[in-house]
């Protein structure tokens, strides 16, 4: 999911295509077949189940679609909107369901958190902080996701989770402090 | 933490199996049933509205029902009509 860093010309011709979306549904066709892709791994990533990830995404569309009229660019690329009802949609299935919830890591993003937090970057130091990052709580598990397993900016995280840019910045750093603290003790 | 499964470095699903799930004119269709005004729709179609205009119904003719049996044993309107 890299859509974030994009050109003004980029935006620009996202802001038409959403235009006329507004202007006519039949014309989202072009959004969703730019975004489906990601949409649906986000949502993959989060239940590991796909037929419910199919049904997740078609709802996450076609509330795209109902509620494209009210959308506004606020500096965030529409993907980071589109992210946004995933993730409401994919918290309200777990919360209705109350199912499993699934966490996908890596090891690159491990490494990512090991340089933002300062820690150690070996093999060693990244298994410690793997079994560091289990203890943490689904909501901060979810910011650590966006930000490290996903590469969001902050403001992105802050436009899906529906918290400030600045928020989600405290937010993610008061994380890393806390797996500072874990690792130290250890 | 039971209620979390973490998977670590799996992969993505390919591009074919996401892909064999998109379907726009689903989508298409969905948005306009769910956007087709109320009145538009033949009551029989909408099952939550049929059973509310029924259970109205039927609270109005019990209630008329009550009101009229009421009225025909009211003595004293049994006098007047005498």
């Known amino acids: 999911m890299s859509s974030h860093h994009k050109s003004d010309i980029e935006i620009q011709q996202e802001l038409q295509l959403i235009a006329a979306a507004k202007e006519n549904p039949a014309r989202f066709g072009l959004l969703y077949d730019k975004y489906y892709k990601s949409i649906f791994v986000f949502i993959h990533r989060r239940t590991d189940d796909e037929e419910l990830t199919a049904d997740i995404t078609s709802q996450v569309f076609l509330k795209a679609l109902i509620n494209i009229?009210?959308?506004?660019?606020?500096?965030?690329?529409?993907?980071?909107?589109?992210?946004?009802?995933?993730?409401?949609?994919?918290?309200?299935?777990?919360?209705?369901?109350?199912?499993?919830?699934?966490?996908?890591?890596?090891?690159?993003?491990?490494?990512?958190?090991?340089?933002?937090?300062?820690?150690?970057?070996?093999?060693?130091?990244?298994?410690?902080?793997?079994?560091?990052?289990?203890?943490?709580?689904?909501?901060?598990?979810?910011?650590?996701?966006?930000?490290?397993?996903?590469?969001?900016?902050?403001?992105?995280?802050?436009?899906?989770v529906g918290i400030t840019e600045n928020n989600a910045k405290v937010k993610v750093y008061r994380i890393l402090d806390k797996l500072k603290k874990v690792l130290s003790k250890k | 933490m039971s209620d979390l499964k973490f998977n670590i470095d799996k992969p993505d699903l390919p591009d074919e199996q996401i892909n064999k799930h998109?379907?726009?004119?689903?989508?298409?269709?969905?948005?306009?049933?769910?956007?087709?005004?109320?009145?538009?729709?033949?009551?029989?179609?909408?099952?939550?509205?049929?059973?509310?205009?029924?259970?109205?119904?039927?609270?109005?003719?019990?209630?008329?029902?009550?009101?009229?049996?009421?009225?025909?044993?009211?003595?004293?309107?049994i006098e007047q009509t005498k």
């Open chain 1, 69 to 160: 009229k009210k959308y506004e660019y606020k500096g965030v690329p529409f993907s980071a909107w589109l992210f946004r009802i995933a993730f409401n949609e994919i918290n309200m299935y777990f919360r209705k369901n109350n199912a499993q919830r699934v966490v996908s890591l890596s090891q690159n993003g491990m490494v990512q958190i090991a340089q933002e937090a300062e820690l150690d970057e070996n093999a060693e130091g990244i298994n410690q902080m793997m079994i560091a990052v289990k203890q943490l709580d689904a909501l901060e598990l979810q910011l650590i996701e966006l930000r490290f397993f996903e590469k969001n900016s902050f403001a992105e995280v802050g436009e899906i």
């Open chain 2, 22 to 77: 998109k379907d726009f004119k689903k989508l298409i269709y969905n948005y306009q049933t769910a956007t087709k005004p109320l009145y538009k729709t033949p009551l029989y179609k909408n099952k939550k509205v049929f059973i509310v205009i029924l259970l109205i119904l039927l609270v109005m003719f019990v209630i008329i029902e009550a009101m009229e049996k009421e009225e025909g044993s009211d003595p004293a309107k």
